[in-house]
T-cell receptor, first 111, second 111 residues
Framework: NAGVTQTPKFRILKIGQSMTLQCTQDMNHNYMYWYRQDPGMGLKLIYYSVGAGITDKGEVPNGYNVSRSTTEDFPLRLELAAPSQTSVYFC??????????FGPGTRLTVT | QKEVEQDPGPLSVPEGAIVSLNCTYSNSAFQYFMWYRQYSRKGPELLMYTYSSGNKEDGRFTAQVDKSSKYISLFIRDSQPSDSATYLCAMTNNAGNMLTFGGGTRLMVKP
């Protein structure tokens, strides 16, 4: 199993551009999550999904959108990128247990 | 005031030392308490978790929860250079719900 994979690993965006961060898991997990991690701030939840076709907002959803058309994929869309969205983005998934499995992250810089 | 507080460190100890990492929290509804380890430029991975108050031991690691004081700890015995990482505490009120993370403590174990 590859676990949780994320692409791209790194990206530099100009202000106002858009992009999609990809996340795929091969563990047949129902729950999927998107977090952002800023230095010294821990992880903050952006969006989450409890199954295909179901998504909900987390703590910091503004400026982002998600969709969940399949169990495996949970892409995160940034529209009109702003410098405040410079961060490291982590995708995670879990089954009906406590443990979340994290991907390797995407480092995004908006200039 | 943050919902979960964690000293950012860095904490530097010699190899073989006993390490104590701590978090305080304000939400009395939290029931599950987790410790994640995050190596540099990697995603977090779950070390261990406890439900409600009490202790849990796993090899060199011991997690303690004191709900009356809203205080949790992770002890690492016989610390190794490979333990050098950022340790994140995380909490939730039930297994299916959103996690609230502390900011992480950076630990350096020197040979």
């Amino acid at each position: 199993n590859a676990g949780v994979t994320q692409t791209p690993k790194f990206r530099i965006l100009k202000i106002g551009q858009s992009m999609t961060l990809q996340c795929t898991q091969d563990m047949n997990h129902n729950y999927m999550y998107w977090y952002r991690q800023d230095p010294g701030m821990g992880l903050k939840l952006i969006y989450y999904s409890v199954g295909a076709g179901i998504t909900d907002k987390g703590e910091v959803p503004n400026g982002y959108n998600v969709s969940r058309s399949t169990t495996e994929d949970f892409p995160l869309r940034l529209e009109l990128a702003a410098p405040s969205q410079t961060s490291v983005y982590f995708c995670a998934s879990k089954a009906d247990t406590i443990e979340q499995y994290f991907g390797p992250g995407t480092r995004l810089t908006v200039t | 005031q943050k919902e979960v507080e964690q000293d950012p460190g860095p904490l530097s100890v010699p190899e073989g030392a006993i390490v104590s990492l701590n978090c305080t929290y304000s939400n009395s509804a939290f029931q599950y308490f987790m410790w994640y380890r995050q190596y540099s430029r990697k995603g977090p991975e779950l070390l261990m978790y406890t439900y409600s108050s009490g202790n849990k031991e796993d090899g060199r690691f011991t997690a303690q929860v004191d709900k009356s004081s809203k205080y949790i700890s992770l002890f690492i015995r016989d610390s190794q250079p490979s333990d050098s990482a950022t340790y994140l505490c995380a909490m939730t009120n039930n297994a299916g719900n959103m996690l609230t993370f502390g900011g992480g403590t950076r630990l350096m174990v020197k040979p």
